[in-house]
């Protein structure tokens, strides 16, 4: 169990050249027991491991939130799906390292098919970090590109 709060930036991507950069791929299904803008509470298969994840509101800029996750049992994980809202989110993460940080890529399936989100973790709001030339416009901070959103809101009914 661990709780952090999370500095993240978001980002679109223009290309699909990260996929041959990638040091590891992993599928996650993903869904969402609450979307409530105070706290969302998600659970998630990634690969064979099953996480329950609380994370708070955003800061005003997007950048830092509160997070809480625990491992759970996979078979658990696959239990509490049933209880989670409509839009359950499908998609293949890419990892990819760049100078000092972990660019995860997501590739949604589903609903969400068409999007790919890069994000980058960082240690404080105003560390600087080098962007590979296939990121594409920064999303930070744009609620309509938040997990928790694409399931209610999904990409393929956006215009």
């Known amino acids: ?36 803008k105070e706290r969302t509470v998600r659970v998630r298969l990634k690969g064979n491991k099953g996480f329950l994840t609380i994370k708070g509101a955003s800061s005003n800029d997007g950048l830092s939130r509160f997070e809480w996750e625990k491992e ?45 989100l890069a994000e980058v973790e960082l240690n404080n709001e105003n560390e600087i970090f080098e962007k590979p030339n296939w990121l594409g416009e920064e999303v930070t901070g744009d609620i309509k590109y938040y997990n928790s959103q694409l399931s209610n809101q999904p990409f393929k009914t956006w215009k």
């Open 1 to 36: 169990m661990s709780s952090t709060i999370e500095i993240e930036r978001k980002f679109l991507v223009k290309s699909q050249v990260f996929k041959h950069q990638a040091f590891n791929k992993t599928h996650i299904k993903q869904g969402f027991l609450s979307t409530d």
């Open 72 to 116: 759970i049992k996979k078979e658990d994980a696959e239990q509490l799906f049933k209880l989670c809202k409509k839009g359950i989110i499908d998609k293949m993460r890419y990892e990819v390292k760049l100078g000092n940080h972990i660019f995860e890529i997501d590739e949604f399936f589903g609903d969400n098919k068409g999007l790919v």
